[in-house]
């Protein structure tokens, strides 16, 4: 259904070009969940923009490949996309949008806002709509008539879910929907996007740096470092086995509740993105590294939709 | 065995806040409404709680950088909960705070030398020599190392972790007998975080610290803590040994917390989880019954919304506030 390939997304700043998205390429079944795990830094925010076209205004380099339903939507006109995929096809909840909802205008005003400029419905269907869309995600519709400040933060971010909702998306990107929740209220969002996405059979971008949490979600899982994928794999795979080093090493610091095992911690910290190495991108920090590490390391396939970007899997080295 | 370094005895704190017309109305935040704690000697604890039960007032009540409401805190057999000034300083220098966001922690135009040197010269170290060796000392244990290549920068120059193991220096630097880390490591990546957990409980060790810690995170206590103490809207409702609490949890929220919390497994995605409904209450007029009791499963009406419960042992250093179990 989704095709990102070799998306490259550059901008200029005044010490140099930011390599943000640097070469990336996966692709999403429609249904499908993929979560796109990094620390941060590590351009997966960058990625979401790149893919709905929300480029900063300093952008340098912009190409590549998304392909939505057979149409390369980086051909598409700006008119064109705004109209069709933005905010209808795809849908794009940003990070801390519950605090981005507008303190002055009312709940239900807010909501129908994309439907009455997209989709140029009457008012009266719109707030029909919007009263469904809360509904669905657990929210009465007598909050249609309320302002923001009602309302508590999990209840802010179930509104923004339903907003996300309302065009029937193909596919949403939810960008850290939970990292300024409570436990509590984090595990009652999963259980809703988890309900959501099986009910409307919708196609999700879950970018977080919680690689436990991921798990909630996640069918396939990519790993970014320093602007690239470094390993893209099945969800049961990934968990149990984690194959880049980075990733194994990224596993290794997460605590786990029921399991005992020794954490562990990767020294140093990321390369800069101003002006990252030439051969790969965590060589620096790599347990493994060993001379063919200088050269930028190829995608190795290992199964049909995993890869790896490493010189450990390159075929005919073991 | 192992000798009491705090004791806290009912403390409370209220937080008054004015409305109405001039603020003639006033209402009390019970942020922190009667809590009993102990710590010995070289023991690390936990404090954990999702945000506004109180657990970061505690925090700094315990430090005395709130004025408490009521209650007592004993610091090495020394009442000190209404210490004055002068004396507070000798308090200041036994205790230390790690600070939950390093970078708002650090003041900018101060360069690492400068921002470690203040607590020296205010509490009267007055060789120059002495000051400027205790300062590599203290940077060499947080392994800001080589210590030439920092001692002059500014706090915005360093990484996040770098800048949590400052202020981690300047937590120790006075060698304190108690440090107060909240939420030291909320604001990291993972895997930095795994290695500030292990520096402080590398010091811990070492310096025969105690250390109380802060967190909303389960997962990360097991690997830090002795004893958790678990807190919902401004009381302690269980505490226990570690391992015990995570393995043997028995009041209904801290089963709750622990049910929903994660460990990366790829079967999670096909399960619902139990969530209690419902939030905290208002800690202006939290319900004088127990103050989980809206949101329990296994609530006992008549009982659990009437009367308050009192804390009970259920197996010998595991204490639980909770009917269920009265």
Redesign the interface.
């Known amino acids: 259904m989704l095709g990102v390939s070799n998306l490259v997304m550059y901008y200029r700043t005044l010490r140099g070009e930011v390599r943000a998205v640097d070469d990336v390429s996966f692709s999403l079944q429609k249904g499908e969940t993929i979560a796109i795990i990094g620390e941060s830094g590590c351009g997966k925010s960058s990625l979401a923009k790149s893919i709905v076209r929300l480029l900063p205004r300093n952008v340098s380099t912009y190409r590549g490949k998304v392909i939505l339903d057979g149409v390369n939507l980086m051909e598409l006109d700006e008119e064109t996309f705004n109209r069709e995929v933005r905010w209808t096809k795809i849908t794009y909840v940003p990070q801390a949008a519950l605090n981005s909802l507008n303190p002055v205008i009312k709940i239900g005003d807010q909501m129908i806002e994309p439907l009455l400029l997209r989709r140029k419905m009457d008012k009266r269907e719109a707030l029909e709509r919007a009263a469904k869309a809360l509904r669905l995600v657990g929210v009465s519709d007598a909050f249609l008539h309320h302002y923001p400040f009602e309302l508590s933060g999990g209840m802010k971010q179930r509104v923004i879910i339903a907003m996300a909702l309302l065009t029937e998306p193909k596919l949403m990107i939810l960008d850290e929907p939970t990292s300024s929740l409570d436990v509590l209220t984090q595990a009652n969002i999963m259980n809703l996007l988890k309900r959501v996405r099986k009910e409307m059979g919708l196609s999700m971008i879950f970018i977080t740096h919680d690689v436990a949490l991921s798990s909630e979600l996640a069918d396939k899982v990519a790993v970014m470092y320093a602007g690239q994928i470094v390993e893209l794999g099945n969800a049961e795979e990934f968990y149990r086995d984690p194959k880049h080093p980075y990733s194994q090493k990224l596993m290794e610091s997460v605590p786990t509740l029921r399991r005992d095992k020794e954490l562990s911690f990767i020294p140093g910290s990321p390369p800069s993105l101003l002006n990252p190495p030439k051969g790969c991108r965590f060589a620096e920090r790599c347990p493994f590294k060993f001379n063919k590490c200088s050269e930028n390391p190829p995608i190795t396939p290992l199964d049909e939709d995993s890869y790896v970007k490493c010189w450990l899997y390159e075929k005919g080295s073991s | 065995m192992s000798e009491q370094l705090l004791r806290v005895e009912n403390l409370k704190k209220y937080f008054e806040v004015r409305r109405g017309l001039f603020g003639r109305r006033r209402f009390y935040v019970r942020a922190v409404d009667g809590v009993d704690l102990t710590l010995t000697k070289g023991e690390a604890v936990s404090i954990v709680g999702?945000?506004g039960c109180g657990k970061t007032t505690l925090g700094k009540t315990i430090l005395r950088l709130y004025e408490p409401t009521d209650g007592r805190i004993i610091f090495e057999g020394k009442d000190i909960t209404h210490l004055g000034w002068k004396e507070l300083k000798w308090y200041r220098r036994e205790t230390g705070l790690v600070q939950q966001d390093p970078f708002g922690a650090l003041p900018p135009f101060m360069t690492v030398k400068r921002i470690l040197e203040e607590p020296l010269i205010i509490h009267g170290f007055k060789d120059k020599r002495e000051r400027e060796e205790r300062i590599y000392k203290v940077l060499e244990r947080v392994r800001l190392t080589p210590v030439e290549d920092f001692i002059s920068k500014y706090p915005h120059m360093l990484?996040g972790?770098q800048q949590q193991r400052l202020v981690i220096a300047r937590s120790i630097i006075l060698e304190p007998k108690l440090i107060v880390a909240d939420e030291p490591v909320s604001m990291l990546?993972?895997?930095?975080?795994?290695?500030i957990?292990?520096l402080l409980q590398d010091l811990q060790k070492s310096y025969n610290l105690s250390v109380i810690y802060i967190t909303?995170?389960?997962?990360?206590t097991?690997?830090f803590s002795e004893r958790i103490f678990i807190m919902y809207a401004a009381h302690i409702v269980e505490s226990a040994g570690t391992r015990e609490i995570?393995r043997n949890p028995m009041h209904p929220y801290t089963k709750?917390?622990?049910n929903?919390?994660?460990?990366?497994?790829?079967s999670?995605?096909f399960t619902?989880?139990e969530?209690?409904t419902g939030?905290p209450p208002n800690l202006i007029d939290p319900p004088p019954s127990c103050r989980f009791h809206p949101r329990c499963p296994s609530v006992v009406k008549g009982l659990c919304d009437v009367k308050e419960p009192p804390m009970i042992e259920v197996d010998k250093g595991h204490y639980v506030k909770c009917w269920l179990y009265g």
Do not use: C, F, Q, W
Request: proline share 11%.
């Open positions: 999702e945000s990484s972790g990546d993972a895997s930095v975080r795994v290695e957990l292990k909303h995170d389960l997962s990360t097991k690997y995570l709750a917390l622990l929903v919390i994660p460990d990366p497994d790829p999670n995605r619902i989880k969530v209690p939030e």
